[in-house]
C-alpha cells in the first residue's frame, strides 16, 4: 500500500513538473521563483532604456540649519523600509535622504507611478496630432474592443480606469492575468484576451489592463516604442540627470507600461514639478496645461465600483486629494512609491521604498500617505 502511495505521489509530482515546464507556463514559473514583486527587479527582467539627452541638475536650497525629519516620524520611516524620501521648494532641493545601499543615482521601480507617465505620453500624443482626441474609439487601433450594449469604448474610457474590461486586479494570485502580465513574456498575446463585460464610461474600476491597452495605442500612434517616445517627449526635455530603465516582457519585447520605469528620487521629482509647471518646464511646454489640467482633475461623473461613491480622487491615471486644506496630486506604487506635487506650497515630494501601510483612511487611502505628507509639513512650515 506505502509502495502505491509513494508510486502515485511521484507520478503526480512528475506530471506537475512537466506542466510547469510547458511553453505557456513560464510565467508561473517565474512567479515561483521570485515571487514577490520587489524595487530591484530591472536586474531580473529585460529592460529597454530611456535616454537622458539633456541633464540639468537640481539646484539646492541654501539653509542655515538643515533640515530633519521629525524624529517622532523615523520609527514608522523605517517600519515600511523607506529607501528614499526627497522634497523640492520652490524648484531647489531643500531635502533628501537616503537608507540602505540607495542613493541620488539608485534606480527604483515605479510600480503604478508609470501609469502616470503613459498617461503624459497620451497627452503628448494628443498636442503633436499622434492621437485625435480622448473621445476616440479604442477600435480605432484595437479592433476588438469595439462596444458593449451600444456604448463605444474611448481613451477617456481607458484613461479614467472606467473601460469595463474582464481584468481582475488580482496581486497574491499566481494565475491571475495581473501576474501573468508581470511574469510573462508576451503582453501582446496576454492584451488580445481582454474583453469588453460592462458598459464603458460608467464605473471605475482599478486595472492596469487598461494602461497596457493605453501603451499599445500609443505605439501603434507613434511608430515608436514607449521608452524612446518617453525619452524624447519627456525625459530629455524635463532635465533627468539618469537614463532610466523601462522593463520588458521580453529582450526586444514590450514595456510593462502600468507599471516598471525604473528610476531614482531626483528624477522622479521631475514629474512632480512638471505638474506644479502646468505642463512646462523652463520655457518649453512638454505637455499642454489643457490636457495636465483634465489629467489631474477628478472623474467625478464616474462612480467608484467599490462605494458607489462619485469618483473625487482620480483623474486620467493620475491621483488626487486634500492634506491640511491643500490640494495634493500624485502619483502612486503598490509598495509605496509616491510623487505629490503640492501647488499651494510649490512643493514636491518623493517616496521610495519596500512597503506602505496596509491600513486604510476614511477615503480609502493607504495611511501611509499621511506619514509622508505630515513629515514634508512639518519640516517646511
Request: glycine share 6%; with cysteine.
Amino acid at each position: 500500500m506505502k509502495r502505491k502511495i509513494t508510486i502515485a505521489i511521484l507520478a503526480l509530482l512528475t506530471a506537475l513538473f512537466f506542466w510547469l515546464m510547458t511553453p505557456q507556463n513560464h510565467y508561473l514559473r517565474r512567479a515561483l521563483r521570485y515571487q514577490t514583486p520587489n524595487i530591484d527587479d530591472y536586474t531580473i527582467f529585460e529592460n529597454r532604456v530611456v535616454k537622458a539627452g539633456n541633464p540639468q541638475p537640481w539646484g539646492f536650497e541654501k539653509r542655515e540649519v538643515p533640515l530633519s525629519i521629525p524624529e517622532r516620524l523615523m520609527p514608522d520611516f523605517e517600519k515600511y523600509k523607506t529607501v528614499a524620501y526627497l522634497i523640492v521648494r520652490d524648484g531647489n532641493i531643500c531635502f533628501e535622504r537616503y537608507w540602505e545601499d540607495y542613493g541620488p543615482a539608485s534606480l527604483s521601480n515605479s510600480f503604478s507611478m508609470a501609469k502616470s507617465i503613459v498617461s503624459l505620453l497620451v497627452g503628448c500624443a494628443l498636442d503633436e496630432g499622434k492621437i485625435g482626441s480622448v473621445d476616440q474609439p479604442v477600435s480605432d487601433y484595437l479592433p476588438w474592443l469595439t462596444s458593449f450594449d451600444g456604448v463605444t469604448l474611448t481613451l477617456k474610457d481607458l484613461l479614467t480606469m472606467s473601460a469595463g474590461v474582464d481584468w481582475q486586479e488580482e496581486y497574491a494570485s499566481a494565475t491571475s492575468i495581473t501576474t501573468k502580465a508581470y511574469y510573462g513574456d508576451n503582453l501582446p498575446a496576454l492584451m488580445q484576451q481582454v474583453q469588453l463585460v460592462s458598459k464603458p464610461g460608467q464605473t471605475y474600476y482599478y486595472q492596469s489592463g487598461v494602461t497596457q491597452l493605453l501603451a499599445q495605442i500609443l505605439t501603434m500612434a507613434t511608430g515608436k516604442t514607449l521608452s524612446d517616445y518617453a525619452s524624447e517627449k519627456l525625459w530629455t526635455p524635463m532635465g533627468a540627470e539618469h537614463d532610466a530603465l523601462w522593463m520588458l516582457d521580453k529582450k526586444e519585447g514590450v514595456e510593462k507600461a502600468y507599471c516598471c520605469f525604473n528610476s531614482n528620487a531626483r528624477d522622479f521629482a521631475r514629474f512632480g514639478q512638471l505638474m506644479l509647471n502646468g505642463g512646462r518646464w523652463n520655457d518649453s511646454v512638454v505637455v499642454s496645461e489643457k490636457y495636465l489640467t483634465e489629467a489631474t482633475t477628478a472623474a467625478s461623473w464616474l462612480k467608484d465600483a467599490k462605494t458607489g461613491k462619485p469618483v473625487d480622487f482620480y483623474g486620467y491615471q493620475f491621483w488626487r486629494m486634500k492634506f491640511r486644506g491643500d490640494d495634493v496630486l500624485y502619483m502612486r506604487g503598490i509598495y509605496g512609491q509616491y510623487v505629490f506635487a503640492v501647488p499651494a506650497k510649490n512643493m514636491v515630494v518623493v517616496r521610495l521604498g519596500h512597503l506602505r501601510s496596509d491600513e486604510r483612511t476614511e477615503d480609502n487611502l493607504p495611511t501611509d500617505i499621511l506619514l509622508w505628507l505630515e513629515a514634508a509639513w512639518e519640516m517646511v512650515k
